[in-house]
Every structure is written in C-alpha cells, then in structure tokens.
C-alpha cells in the first residue's frame, strides 16, 4: 500500500517539482498524520453502527442510525424510507432533526428521489434541491433552509425463502447550496448504510431465533398435553399457549371463535384474559353484522394495504380500529376501553373452510405485524387444528364404549338364544339383535373413518332416533350389572322432525344418557327420557336422580366443563342452533337439549 501512494505521488503532475526525498516524506506524513486519523474516524462510526442494540424495535433503530449517520457526516438532518411494495410509496420510518411529519410518512415510489434510489440501487446527490425536479418537498428548503442533498440505497435482508429483501434509501441534507458531494463522502455514507443494514439483518437472525424457539415451545407443550390422560382439548390448548406470545409480540389480549357449518355465526370460545374478552365466552356473533369477521370468513373482492387496515388472504390487519371501515360501533368502543391500537385476525381454514378465528389485540402502539410474527401466529394456528383433530380423536375413543356396550350386550342375547330348540319362534327377536349389532358396529366403523363423526345435515325423526338409542343405552345398563338404577318407560310424542346430522345426534342422545347413568346415586333411583315440542323447538328431556351442584350449572350451560361428554353435546348444540336448559328438582337432575323444529314442507324423511 505504502508503494501504492507513494507511486501515485510520484507520478502526480502537480508534485513534479519536488525530489523524490520529499514527495516520499509526503506520503509518510499523509499516511501517518491524515490517513490514520481519517480511517480511525470511520472505524469509529461503523462501529457506533453496529453497536445499535438490535433488540430495540426497528423505528427506534433507524431513529439511532440517522442520528449517527447525521453526526459522522456533519450533516443536519437525516431521514430513512423503506420501499412498500403494496402501496408503491416509500415511507419514512426513521428521522433526525425532523419530524416524520415534516418529511412525510409515505411519498410516491415513482416520482421521488428515494424511489429513484431503490430502482437504480445508487447513490444519487443533489447539489442544489430548489432547482431539482425530482425533488417534490421544497417547503423543507425554504422552511429549514436545506438545500443539499445525498440519497444512499439501503437494503435489509428477510431470511424466508419466498420474500425479497426490504429495500429502502437513507436522505441526508446540508444547509450548503450548490454542494459538491466528493467520492469520499458518498462513499462513507454507503458504507454506514450497509452497516444499519447488518443491524437490521442482525435483528432479523434474532427474531427468526426467537420464533423458532417458540414454535420448539408450543410442540413440547402439545406434547405435554398429549401426555394427559384426560386428553387435550382445543380451549385449553389455546389458553396454555397464549402466554407465550405475551414477550414476543406485545399481545396483551385475545380471542378464539369457533365458526358455524353455515358460516354465519360465531361464537367466542375462549379468550385471554378474560377480563379483556369482546363480549363474554358463549356469546354467539351474527357474521353480517361485523364486517371484520365476514371479511376474514369469505374474503374479500380485493386484497392490499390501505390506510387504516390490510387485507390479505391469509389474515386480516386493522392499522386503526377507530377509522377503519371495518369496525363496528361496539368494537370501536370495545377498543376504546382497553386502549387497543391495532387487531390482527387470523382464520383456521380445514378444507378450505374457515372452522376457527383468532384475534389479536396489541394494546401498545403497533401500526402492523411482521412478517415472522405472522409465520409464528400461523404456526400456532396449524398447531390448533392439529388439536382439533386430537380432540375429535378423543371424542371417538370416549363413544367407543357405548356402541361396543351394546354389541357385547345383544350379541350375549343372541348367543343364548341359539340354545333354544325351538329356532323358528325366536327367529324374529334373533333377527332384532343381529340388525342391533349389525347397525352397531357400522357405527363403529364409521366413527374410526370420519373424524367429525357428525356427518351431513339431513331431516330426522328425534322420535324414532332417540327411541332406538333409549333401548340400545337400557341394554347398555343392563348389560353393567347396575341393578340399583330403575329405567322408566320413555314418553315420546310421534314424528318430531330436526334438521341435523344424523352421528352428532345419536352421540347426543348416548352421552346424555351415559352421564345420566353416572349420576344416579348407588342408593339406587330412577332415569326416564322425554321427546316432546315446545314453542317450534325439538326438546329431547333426560331425568336422573340425583342433584347436580348449583354452581356448575353455569358452567354446564357455558360448555366449561371438564367432562368430554358434556363438551360433545355442548358443542353440537351449538353448531345446530340449539339450547341446553339444566336444573335440580326434587332430587333430581333435568337436562333438556331443544333443537330447531323442521318446518320445511314436503320433505322426505331420512330413515
């Protein structure tokens, strides 16, 4: 190097007239006097740089950078624009000496000199910004008296593999007209730039760690929950998880919705804390009347980022709630209250139908998610429905039992029938408990293949259901040596006609009745059903003896309930529009579940 300068000193046209002793003294005191001094000095400013603590948010990062970049180069102000590919603008979200209101949050990216920048990816200075036409902000100059200007690219890698890097342009202004911006300076200016892009992509490898972490987190505790021998349920999945987004993304509070088949209610599940719940838990939304829910249900004709919310297929992101046009009067005063800034609203899709909502509320200033932070609420959103499905998985083993009770029970009768000698008069009964078990053990089949056991909406008879199902729970009873419960004869008035499916009712019915029998007292008593309609409702009656305490009937009603049974006819009831009434009367414990009565005319019952 010191042969290098010296050589350019040598053959300098304007050093001619010096020896070669003192053109070689020359380069010694440059180097040794200047060069060291020079180069210390950028060592310095690139380390305060890379010093910034990427821990800080990334506003408050650029806020630093343009303070440091301001001083190292004896600027006066500087400001620092990332290119928006939705909106096509550069937004300022980092200045010094000036206010972002001042500089403008968002300018075109076309017609600008910080686009120019981006879609050139070069310095560009400007000696003179009065006499620019690019330059759009000439109040700054008459204003602030900057008339100067050097733009310098700056590129911020994201890591994921299908997004680009983020790019943006550092502006930095002088107070001198008509400035002459040397090689030097541009030079140390872009060197500075890339050195906030480290601190930048330094954050991101932080962040990226942080989310994997916690996705490493929610699948350890999954597994815990799979441990339990009580099984996992969806609810409690949510509201074990929760808490640990609470240091990660500023999430102070949140809501899980379930979704009907028909896509027009929904209704909360559960929420964290629940003290800062829209609306209590069971409470059911109608979809049309909230713009916010129908939107991430459906989706919407356009997607992009507006002003006050962003629409994207995968979530949906309310920037202001109290401006956006998506919010509902009693959503705006819900944000109000607990001072929420912005809404991120995720929906659970399976099939390609939206099952489950998630909504996020930041209570602290947050004009938008991140994109890891959307990967890791995604990730949590996979995680719920792979709960889902466990859950649904449980509630087939939980209603193995019944059937599996009822083919032990009639294949008993049928084997000691066959002892009789006279097989022609029992033919007919012999046949009644072969159709029991044949039908049963489809049954069972069925529930192995289908997850959702439910099946398909159609018209039923709750009569001639619910009576098939009394006589198979009776054989259930007996068949457990129960003697000390007294099953009375059913009433159940003809042809009550529902509109639901056909597996979900029979699991109804069967987990109605099963719990009815844990009920009652080894003292002894009695269960008897009713069938019967009341005001255009199906009501299916099941009375025990026995008391259940007062205070959980609340729960009962509300679905929060330990018990897997209880929360499959909870969540039927639900999903079908119906009721659950609960109360103790004279000793005794009536549960009565009202379903919508059919009234469509001309229908063809399902036998």
Known sequence: MKEDFFEFLESHPSLQHLTHTERLDLAHSIEQEYLVEVLSGIIQDVEEIIGIDPRLEEKKILEIAAEKIVRSLKAEVASIRLFDPESLSMTCLGTYQISEAECKIAIPFEDSISGRVVRENRSISIPSLLEDPDFKIKDIVKNKGFHSLLAVPLQIPRFLGSEGDVLGSIQIYYKEDN????????????????????????????ALQRLNAHKEKMVDRIFVKLSNREGIKLKDLFMDLIPEF???????????????????????????????TYHQLGYTFTVSHHPYFQTAIHGAQEYGDQPFERIDPAYLLIKDPERSRFTSPGMRKFVEKHHIYSILIVPLKANGTTRYLMAFYATEQKSSFTNEEIDLLTFFGKEVM?????????????????????????????????????LEGIRNKLVTYLDIILKETVRMQDMALAMRLEGREEVLDLSQIAGERFRLNEEAIRQSWRKYIRIEPPEIEAEILVYCPRFGLERVLDNLMNNAVNAVPKQGGTLTMRCYVEENMACLEIRNTGEIPEEKIDQVKKGEV????????????????????????????IIIVKLPLFQQRGAKLKK
């Open 179 to 206: 400035r002459k911006f040397v090689p030097f300076e541009i030079i140390h200016a872009e060197l500075l730039a890339r050195r906030v892009s480290y601190v930048l992509a330094k954050k991101k490898i932080l």
């Open 246 to 276: 609470d240091p990660y993304l500023q999430v102070k509070s949140c809501s899980l919705f379930s979704v009907s088949k028909d896509q027009e209610f929904i209704r909360l599940e559960a929420g964290y804390p629940l003290d800062k």
């Open 386 to 422: 792979k709960a889902l499905r466990l859950e649904l998985l449980d509630d087939v083993l939980h209603d193995f039992k019944n059937p599996a009770i009822a083919i032990t029970g009639f294949a008993s009768r049928a084997r000691n029938l066959m002892e009789s000698e006279d």
């Open 562 to 589: 330990r018990g897997r049974g209880l929360n499959i006819i909870y969540r039927f009831v639900q999903a079908n529009h119906g009721k659950i009434d609960i109360r103790t009367e004279d000793g005794q414990t």
